[in-house]
């Protein structure tokens, strides 16, 4: 399951134009002990040996990751689904560009289902021009939210304070386009 996750994360994080070289690490650190590590191009990807991840593992895993100069991105994958309290750190720290999978999640290519709807992040110039077309002058209160952790934002390597467009397709309507903006997590008032 674990070569297939790698094979999934390579598939996404090459598709954000990044690097996909992969190279195992080792740690000597007692903290780390039951995570496998790797880094595929800039992006540290911690694979958790324990059933049940918790929170305290998140910040053992960004400690780590800070620690060890890996700034552009961590992947943390769970053998089981994350509890409530779990994912709630986890959202805490999606500034840090954090992305917790179930690992389940990483056995094939969600964004090839003929359900999934395009999703991406719009660079400054596109965001500007979205934001003047539609007379949106504060997008944190003026667009649907989405969340952080949610699977195609994490595909995507979204953060909170993104912009991302939405590609729907209809029968009736045809393609059309739809703006939702980034937050860290959408059960919580900002």
């Known amino acids: 399951m674990e070569d297939k ?3 999934t994360l390579r598939i996404m994080l090459g598709r954000r134009k990044l690097e996909t070289n992969t190279e195992r690490l080792t740690s000597d650190s007692k903290k780390m002990e039951k995570v496998t590590l790797y880094t595929i191009g800039d992006v540290l ?11 305290t593992d998140i910040t053992n895993v960004i400690n780590f990751a800070k620690d060890n100069a890996h700034t552009n991105g961590i992947v943390l994958v769970a053998m089981s689904p994350p509890s409530e ?6 959202k805490s720290h999606s500034k840090d560009r954090l992305a917790l999978f179930h690992i389940w999640q990483l056995q094939f290519d969600i964004t090839t ?12 110039a596109e965001r500007t021009v979205v934001l003047d077309t539609f007379k949106i002058s504060n997008p944190e209160n003026q667009l649907p939210w989405i969340d952080s952790q949610d699977t195609m934002v994490k595909w995507i390597g979204a953060i909170p304070g993104d912009v991302i467009e939405v590609t729907r397709h209809s029968d009736t309507a045809g393609r059309s386009f739809y703006y939702r903006y980034c937050v860290e997590d959408v059960n919580v008032a900002q």
């Open 45 to 55: 990807v911690c694979f958790s040996q324990k059933e049940k991840i918790l929170s």
């Open 5 to 7: 996750a790698l094979d």
């Open 113 to 124: 289902h003929r359900m999934a709807m395009p999703h991406r992040v719009l660079v400054d």
């Open 85 to 90: 309290n779990v994912l709630r750190v986890a």
